[in-house]
């Protein structure tokens, strides 16, 4: 289907059609009301019947395909031309398009590498770490316990005072089934998860683990981030508590084990829970609950209460089932507490003219951030988006349950981010709906792929990431989202989406367009590259023998000083089973492929290359006179005698196949 909505043979016949509809069916439907007074009345109804159904027919089934073959499809452009234009406005418009400012990527041929360094913003925060490798890190490492587990990785900043940090963040949560089971256990003794890991994304240490932040039981916290220090540090509320606790009973919670076969224990002062002083509740809560030991256990008093709904996304659903959750909810530490965010989604499937997403919807707005304390449970809905027309109905159905964005902590402020599901759902439609002139859309000229890397050794699609980059014409570093784009049907890069995630650009949609005519290599492109440099081969060789594997992690794409650098880091895991530990990164920039130990080496080497260009224009003809007077000397002297040895090689085997071809006559 070219578009959706009103077309032409919907604007000139089928509305037209249904209004001659409704008069005949009128008409019908008199005919009906005047046989009830003739003595033979089924020839008028019979009569109309006959004409609603056969007008039904003709204007339905049959004029419509015939306007469609002999007027529409010979002309489809001209006379779809004023539908397809609305067509396109609105979708762009229901899926946020609108807002995208497209800006051109200037890049620099010959860029000078020399004077960037590790403390570079782009470079101080690069990632090392990607969540796969890292979240079997984080169970062998920093659970401890069969019964706690770090279910998620997720991405956050936060400030210093020398810049933002980007950290890698977990929480760590009970699993009390892996406790011995019983209810007792399940439910009054282990109630609630503890602490958390976080690690810089761009460290590692000296046996390629990730260099700790804040770690162990109880938490400790490194020096450089004071801030991260708890008060707060139970999980009462998270990911995984998929069933009710039962507080302050007779029984001790389990906080922490402390080492030397102790462990530490806790009573649950929060706010939340329903109180089961009243032999009446228990008894209700036993029918809901189908448990017995709700009436019969001894170990229930009068100040004890039950915590119900402690996964933050049913409680969050359960308080606002009219909106959409995103299924990545985040860790954030503030104020010594814990909190969830999670972002919510106003969404429709009947907002007009635009084309429907695969996920059902054809609008979507982030309206919403939702935040839930881990301890307390307290959810609170902050209003990020005012202008969206659907969050604004709501708000009136329930004035009290939604606080405007200005209201939210500003430690919570800081950790905002543009949601991934969002932004994916966005580059799919811009694919196609960056088109926005209806010639170049009807004639597919120019649609765009999302691209693929290798991980893992297996082809993938590449997932947007966040990073913090210093943006073009930007005088300090920023918390983004991004990812690129490659033509339909090609592997080159073309541009790149990024949203902005930092206050007061939060929010903002940016499309860096790389210029045309010139070739900049894409992802596979890369991964080729990196594939075929000798050096990297022989140590991808070498470690995917003696009883370990190599992972190729995710491939980044960084804008940096007019130019663009590509990294990939390697992890190697053995077939122990152990954790996967970073082993090296890749730059490739320019014509450059380099490999090395940290960021740091890996930039050194780049700078003693010779720069040469990455981006390849239309070769040039030159004289053999200019190669050797301009060209010989940029060579590097072992492979310019490399390549003299290759030439008289095969300068000598073109003088034998003369020889052997065209005999000396005597």
């Known amino acids: 289907m070219l578009l959706t909505g009103v077309d032409?043979?919907?604007?000139?016949?089928?509305?037209?059609?249904?209004n001659i509809l409704t008069i005949i069916a009128i008409a019908s439907a008199c005919l009906l009301i005047c046989s009830l007074f003739r003595k033979h009345p089924l020839r008028l109804i019979f009569t109309g019947l006959g004409l609603w159904l056969g007008s039904l027919v003709l204007l339905t089934l049959v004029v419509p395909p015939i306007v469609e073959a002999l007027m529409v499809?010979?002309?489809?452009?001209?006379?779809?031309?004023?539908?397809?234009?609305?067509?396109?406005?609105?979708?762009?418009?229901?899926?946020?398009?609108?807002?995208?400012?497209?800006?051109?990527?200037?890049?620099?041929?010959?860029?000078?590498?020399?004077?960037?360094?590790?403390?570079?913003p782009s470079l101080t925060n690069l990632r090392i770490w990607d969540w796969r490798p890292l979240l079997p890190a984080y169970n062998q490492l920093q659970s401890f316990r069969s019964y706690y587990t770090f279910y998620d990785l997720d991405i956050d900043r936060y400030p210093t005072p020398s810049g933002q940090k980007q950290v890698m963040i977990a929480?760590?949560?009970?699993?009390?089934?892996?406790?011995?089971?019983?209810?007792?256990?399940?439910?009054?003794?282990y109630t609630h998860g503890y602490g958390l890991a976080m690690n810089e994304v761009s460290q590692a240490n000296s046996v390629g683990q990730p260099l700790f932040l804040v770690?162990?039981?109880?938490?400790?916290?490194?020096?450089?981030?004071?801030?991260l220090k708890l008060v707060r540090p139970e999980i009462y509320f998270g990911e995984r508590q998929n069933t009710y606790s039962i507080v302050r009973t007779k029984e001790k919670?389990?906080?922490?084990?402390?080492?030397?076969?102790?462990?530490?224990?806790?009573?649950?002062?929060?706010?939340?829970?329903?109180?089961?002083?009243?032999?009446?509740?228990?008894?209700?809560?036993?029918?809901?609950?189908?448990?017995?030991?709700?009436?019969?256990?001894?170990?229930?008093?009068?100040?004890s209460r039950?915590?119900?709904h402690c996964n933050i996304k049913e409680r969050v659903s359960k308080l606002a089932p009219f909106l959409g959750l995103d299924s990545d909810p985040y860790l954030v530490v503030a104020d010594g507490r814990l909190f969830w965010m999670i972002d919510a989604y106003t969404t429709s499937r009947y907002f007009p003219y635009a084309k429907r997403h695969q996920q059902g919807f054809n609008y979507i707005r982030n309206s919403v951030k939702a935040v839930v304390d881990a301890y307390h449970g307290t959810v609170d809905f902050y209003v990020i988006d005012p202008t969206d027309p659907l969050i604004a109905t709501w708000q009136k159905i329930f004035p009290k349950m939604f606080k405007p964005f200005s209201a939210m902590p500003t430690t919570l402020q800081q950790h905002i981010r543009y949601p991934e599901f969002l932004f994916t759902i966005q580059q799919d439609m811009l694919l196609t709906y960056h088109l926005t002139e209806p010639k170049s859309f009807y004639e597919k000229e120019d649609y765009w792929n999302i691209p693929t890397q290798i991980y893992d050794n297996n082809q993938e699609t590449l997932e947007p990431y966040y990073v913090t980059l210093l943006l073009p014409g930007e005088e300090e570093e920023e918390f983004l989202l991004m990812r690129p784009f490659t033509p339909q049907g090609k592997q080159n890069m073309i541009s790149w989406l990024v949203a902005r995630c930092d206050q007061p650009h939060y929010g903002d949609l940016i499309l860096y367009q790389l210029p045309k005519g010139t070739n900049t290599y894409g992802p596979m492109q890369i991964e080729a590259r990196i594939g075929q440099q000798p050096e990297i081969t022989e140590l991808i060789t070498l470690w995917n023998q003696n009883q370990s594997r190599l992972i190729r992690g995710n491939?980044?794409?960084?804008?940096?000083?007019?130019?663009?650098?590509?990294?990939?880091?390697?992890?190697?895991?053995?077939?122990?089973?152990?954790?996967?530990?970073?082993?090296?990164?890749?730059?490739?920039?320019?014509?450059?492929?380099?490999?090395?130990?940290?960021?740091?080496?890996?930039?050194?080497?780049?700078?003693?290359?010779?720069?040469?260009?990455?981006?390849?224009?239309?070769?040039?003809?030159?004289?053999?006179?200019?190669?050797?007077?301009?060209?010989?000397?940029?060579?590097?002297?072992?492979?310019?005698?490399?390549?003299?040895?290759?030439?008289?090689?095969?300068?000598?085997?073109?003088?034998?196949?003369?020889?052997?071809?065209?005999?000396?006559?005597?």
Not at 171 to 189: D, F, I, M, P
Not at 604 to 622: A, G, I, N, S, T
């Open 306 to 308: 039950i915590l119900l």
């Open 215 to 227: 770690k162990d039981l109880p938490p400790v916290v490194s020096p450089a981030l004071p801030e």
């Open 253 to 303: 919670e389990f906080d922490y084990p402390a080492g030397a076969g102790k462990t530490m224990t806790t009573t649950y002062q929060g706010r939340d829970g329903i109180s089961l002083r009243r032999f009446l509740t228990r008894i209700l809560f036993a029918a809901k609950l189908q448990e017995s030991n709700l009436i019969l256990s001894g170990y229930i008093k009068d100040e």
């Open 73 to 120: 499809k010979p002309n489809q452009f001209i006379v779809e031309e004023e539908y397809l234009d609305h067509h396109i406005q609105y979708t762009r418009l229901g899926f946020g398009l609108d807002r995208i400012k497209e800006q051109a990527y200037e890049l620099n041929l010959n860029a000078d590498l020399s004077t960037i360094d590790k403390s570079h």
């Open 8 to 18: 032409f043979t919907a604007h000139h016949l089928r509305i037209f059609g249904n």
């Open 555 to 666: 491939l980044l794409i960084i804008p940096l000083e007019k130019t663009i650098l590509y990294a990939e880091p390697f992890y190697i895991v053995s077939a122990q089973g152990q954790s996967p530990e970073f082993k090296k990164i890749v730059f490739v920039c320019q014509d450059q492929v380099v490999i090395g130990d940290s960021i740091g080496e890996a930039l050194q080497r780049l700078q003693k290359l010779k720069d040469q260009p990455f981006f390849v224009d239309e070769p040039k003809v030159e004289t053999t006179t200019n190669l050797g007077s301009r060209e010989i000397k940029s060579i590097d002297p072992e492979i310019l005698e490399k390549l003299e040895i290759k030439l008289r090689e095969t300068l000598e085997l073109i003088e034998e196949a003369k020889k052997t071809s065209n005999p000396q006559k005597k």
């Open 171 to 189: 929480a760590r949560e009970l699993e009390a089934g892996k406790a011995e089971n019983s209810w007792l256990n399940l439910h009054l003794t």
